[in-house]
Each structure stands twice: as C-alpha cells, then as structure tokens.
C-alpha cells in the first residue's frame, strides 16, 4: 500500500504542521488536529489507490477488459489502452504490460 502514498505531500505536511509542533511552546489544537486529519487522509488516498489496483487485477485475470489511462500532464494529454488478456497484455506485480509499455493497474476502470 504505501507505493501509492504520495510523498511530496506527506513531506510537506510533515514540514508544515509536525516539525513545528516540536519547536512551539504552546501548541494550537486546531492545527494539530488539521495535521493529523490531513495525514489520514494522504493514508485513505492511499488505501483507496491500493484497492483499485486490487479490484483491476482482478477484473483482468477474469478476463474483463479495462479502460486505463498512461500518461499526462502539463503538457501533454493522456493515452488511453484498452487492456485484456486477449489483446496480448500480461500482468507484472501491480502494472499491465506489453512490450515495453508499463501502466500502474490503479489507473484503469472497468468498461
């Protein structure tokens, strides 16, 4: 689970509202249980990502084909596969491939 965890974020935050708690004489509860809620929430996001890619890999090694998205960005738009095992697409950890074309199986969604 914690390869989806989103690590500029938890930097961040840790930067913003932990390492401060250490160094303040009078702590705001305010801010620490916005931190805390915070973290938790970079936590759910990651558990969701984690069960997504885990729903997907089920769905393709039943054999249902999924729509997936690679790519994307500032720049560019994103591509979108459509991946079956009856396209020639095989399962590697938590990533479709084929050939030399890697997509994370939590950017897919059933069509």
């Given at each position: 689970?914690?390869?989806?965890?989103?690590?500029?974020?938890?930097?961040?935050?840790?930067?913003?509202?932990?390492?401060p708690l250490f160094?303040?004489?009078?702590?705001?509860?305010?801010?620490?249980?916005?931190?805390?809620?915070?973290?938790?929430?970079?936590?759910?996001?990651?558990?969701d990502s984690y069960?997504?890619?885990?729903?997907?890999?089920?769905?393709?090694?039943?054999?249902?084909?999924?729509?997936?998205?690679?790519?994307?960005?500032?720049?560019?738009?994103?591509?979108?596969?459509?991946?079956?095992?009856?396209?020639?697409?095989?399962?590697?950890?938590?990533?479709?491939?084929?050939?030399?074309?890697?997509?994370?199986?939590?950017?897919?969604?059933?069509?």
């Open positions: 689970m914690f390869e989806y965890m989103n690590n500029g974020a938890l930097f961040v935050l840790s930067v913003v509202f932990i390492i160094f303040e004489k009078t702590r705001d509860p305010f801010v620490t249980t916005l931190g805390v809620i915070c973290i938790a929430l970079l936590f759910m996001d990651a558990h069960s997504t890619a885990q729903e997907n890999k089920t769905y393709f090694k039943r054999g249902t084909a999924l729509k997936c998205l690679s790519g994307g960005g500032l720049y560019s738009e994103a591509n979108r596969y459509r991946v079956s095992k009856k396209n020639g697409w095989s399962l590697e950890g938590d990533y479709f491939t084929k050939d030399s074309l890697m997509i994370r199986a939590n950017k897919c969604e059933r069509l």
